[in-house]
């Protein structure tokens, strides 16, 4: 029953994530990419709490973000889970923003996705076994990300900051695999996002970025869906399902994010592919199932 669950959560995370990114684009109309990364998580951690409150209270427990009573080790777990869950997610946030204000919403989800074949691959630098069938994807993900970029020649600011995001996810998932077993994840998740919240809002301010309350309120209706929907309860459900499922199977389920994402952007913002980008997609969509499936049965890194 604990996998249907995990698999609930983890469907229910991506289509979130999916859907995010195209308010994520709506809101880079108005604010910048760290100031939004600020704000959305701020909204995270607001929700967050909410959430810890509410079950605390429950439990009939006394409101605190450590929870109940716990050893030295489980608040060292939880501390330094969170914080280095915030530091990553800030900047994967960041990146990926920043993404999207060169390009499509479709196109961002799919080269994020990448992470799913970025994973196992770090595995190599922490002597785990690498297949001849994941080099087989990785092989094929380069030619899908080829066509959805257009050649090498037009890989812009854009799809770099993609990738990039997609390699920092990776850490991300690395992490979440380390402390999700050892912390509550609700609570882990909040520290996560205050980290976030001040690191993205050090750097909007360091580099000079625009806080115009005007702008800022225009993009409110996008920077509260993706801290509620996106970063408070998705990243949340994705630490529950890691819990739960096998690690292939919720990392297959993770890939539809890229899906979701192409789905939200023609919907919500009309958002059109051409043939090529089409059938990159579709080739980086086969390279991310081929890219589990020699993995069955076997410990994989997410």
């Known amino acids: 029953m604990k996998n249907v669950w995990?698999?609930?959560?983890?469907?229910?995370?991506?289509i979130l994530w999916g859907v995010a990114f195209s308010a994520q684009s709506?809101?880079?109309?108005?604010?910048?990419?760290?100031?939004?990364?600020?704000?959305?998580?701020?909204?995270?951690?607001?929700?967050?709490?909410?959430?810890?409150?509410?079950?605390?209270?429950?439990?009939?427990?006394?409101?605190?973000?450590?929870?109940?009573?716990?050893?030295?080790?489980e608040k060292?777990?939880?501390?330094?889970?969170?914080?280095?869950?915030?530091?990553i997610i800030s900047a994967a946030s960041i990146t990926q923003q920043?993404?999207?204000?060169?390009?499509?919403?479709?196109?961002?989800?799919?080269?994020?996705?990448?992470?799913?074949?970025?994973v196992p691959v770090m595995g190599i630098f922490l002597k785990r076994k690498t297949t001849p069938v994941l080099w087989l994807a990785v092989i094929i993900a380069m030619t899908g990300t080829y066509l959805l970029c257009g050649g090498i020649e037009s890989?812009?600011?854009?799809?770099?900051?993609?990738?990039i995001c997609s390699v920092?996810?990776?850490?991300?998932?690395?992490?979440?695999?380390?402390?999700?077993?050892?912390?509550?994840?609700?609570?882990?998740?909040?520290?996560?996002?205050?980290?976030?919240?001040?690191?993205?809002?050090?750097?909007?301010?360091?580099?000079?970025?625009?806080?115009?309350?005007?702008?800022?309120?225009?993009?409110?209706?996008?920077?509260i869906f993706c801290g509620v929907g996106s970063s408070a309860i998705a990243f949340t459900l994705q630490m529950v399902a890691q819990k739960y499922l096998h690690p292939v199977t919720a990392t297959l389920?993770?890939?539809?994010?890229?899906?979701f994402g192409v789905l939200g952007g023609a919907i919500f913002l009309h958002e059109r592919l051409s043939l090529q980008e089409i059938t990159g997609c579709a080739?980086?969509?086969?390279?991310?199932?081929?890219?589990?499936?020699p993995l069955h049965g076997k410990k994989s890194l997410t």
Do not use: N
């Open 76 to 87: 060292k777990a939880l501390l330094t889970g969170g914080l280095w869950c915030g530091v």
């Open 168 to 223: 920092i996810y990776s850490m991300h998932i690395l992490v979440i695999d380390r402390y999700a077993a050892q912390c509550d994840c609700v609570r882990l998740s909040c520290i996560q996002f205050i980290t976030a919240t001040f690191l993205a809002a050090a750097a909007s301010r360091i580099s000079g970025e625009a806080w115009v309350t005007d702008d800022i309120a225009g993009a409110m209706p996008f920077w």
């Open 98 to 118: 920043y993404s999207l204000k060169y390009i499509s919403a479709g196109k961002t989800g799919f080269l994020t996705a990448l992470y799913i074949i970025i």
């Open 6 to 14: 995990g698999s609930v959560a983890m469907i229910t995370a991506t």
């Open 283 to 293: 080739i980086i969509f086969a390279a991310i199932i081929l890219a589990q499936l």
């Open 155 to 163: 890989i812009g600011k854009g799809e770099i900051f993609a990738i």
């Open 26 to 73: 709506c809101g880079m109309k108005f604010v910048d990419p760290m100031l939004f990364t600020s704000l959305r998580s701020l909204v995270g951690v607001a929700a967050l709490l909410v959430v810890i409150m509410i079950f605390d209270l429950i439990k009939d427990k006394h409101l605190s973000i450590w929870g109940k009573a716990v050893s030295a080790a």
């Open 253 to 259: 389920l993770m890939s539809l994010e890229s899906v």
